[in-house]
């Protein structure tokens, strides 16, 4: 019996070895938080680039590297909540996806480091002190796209030289979408074009807003970049269509699925830098030594399947700088 025993606890005591090492193991594997205002999906092109990243510099899911995601579906007013929450669980990343998100990170932690892949003004939203020295616990990359609003505005109307009204979609609850409408609307003047800004931070409200732009007549539309209006942009492509609008957005995804174009950042780039941020942070580096970088690659993209839907021509000036043309 004592033999039996005996046996028994070494057994026990064997089998208890590598869970106990396993249980080492999995604590000491990083966890990365990601935090976004759009809904997460993993087939989405700019996680999929940050991911690859990761696997290129040697980190696994599941073996070397573990993620908390969170997404606010669209409402910016509950990133809050999930940043206390990420937190909470005292995770060694954040990975933010927009300005609302690195905010709410900021302001749930000031000593986890945070890696912005997508921020625009990061200085003026009080994320950094700079973009040469962040200082804090915040660092990344910055998409300059309050300053690219402007632009998309100059763009559209050389693509529709008879424009002469626009509407701006532009959601209250992100803190930089005020910013770029004050930009737009400083560039509209220039280009003699009349503004019609249009509020929405809602489904509700973007529906009322859509509705006001088809009682106003508005000749154009620019949406600011922001969460609601690429989760809805289905439902914003078919009334641009139906009601003749000439439309702009943000990225190229947009005019790919029927926008009539599309200006700015190739944001697949910011998210394999978001990537490099987070492997220099594990190997030790601290943000506020980290500079933030800025893009250098833009792209225009012009649909003419959706053109002709709206019944234009495109001037020859606008289609030979634009880096695709969807047919």
């Known amino acids: 019996m004592r033999l039996i025993g005996l046996a028994v606890v070494l057994i026990l005591g064997l ?17 990365i938080a990601t935090l976004e205002a759009a809904p997460f999906t993993a087939r989405d092109p700019w996680w999929l680039a940050f991911n690859q990243r990761l696997q290129e510099l040697g980190y696994a899911e599941g073996q070397n590297i573990a ?6 579906d669209g409402n910016n007013e509950r990133l809050r909540g999930l940043a206390a929450e ?4 005292r995770v060694d990343i954040f990975v933010t996806r927009g300005t609302p998100a690195a905010v709410a990170a900021k302001e749930a932690t000031s000593t986890i480091p945070i890696v912005m892949a997508i ?8 994320l950094i002190a700079s973009l ?3 200082g804090g616990n915040v660092t990344g990359l910055a998409n300059l796209d309050a300053e690219l609003t402007g632009k998309r505005l100059e763009m559209l109307k050389a693509a529709v030289p008879t424009l002469s009204s626009v509407a ?4 209250p609850t992100n803190p930089v979408n005020r910013p770029a409408l004050v930009g737009a609307q400083t560039v509209a003047h220039a280009l003699g074009v009349r503004l019609q800004p249009m509020e929405a931070r809602d489904s509700r409200e973007l529906g ?6 088809q009682r106003e007549r508005a000749g154009g539309l620019v949406p600011l970049a922001d969460s609601l209006f690429g989760i809805h942009r289905k439902r914003i492509f ?3 269509t139906k009601n003749r609008l000439a439309a702009i957005f943000w990225e190229s995804g947009f005019a790919e699925a029927g926008a009539l174009m599309s200006y700015g950042t190739h944001y697949p780039d910011l998210f394999r830098g978001a990537a490099n941020y987070v492997d220099k942070i594990l190997r030790g580096a601290k943000p506020a030594d980290l500079p933030v970088e800025q893009p250098t690659k833009f792209e225009l993209v012009i649909n003419m399947k959706t053109a002709k839907a709206l019944g234009l021509t495109i001037p020859q000036s606008i289609l030979i700088r634009a880096d695709e043309i969807i047919q």
């Open 15 to 31: 089998n208890a070895v590598p869970l106990v090492a396993q249980g080492q193991q999995a604590k000491n594997v990083p966890r």
């Open 132 to 134: 040469g020295r962040p």
């Open 238 to 240: 078919d009334f641009a």
């Open 208 to 213: 009322e807003a859509l509705s006001a732009m």
């Open 67 to 72: 993620f908390e995601r969170r997404s606010a």
């Open 119 to 126: 921020a625009t003004d990061p200085v003026g939203a009080g």
């Open 168 to 171: 701006i979609l532009w959601n």
């Open 86 to 89: 990420l937190a909470a669980l």
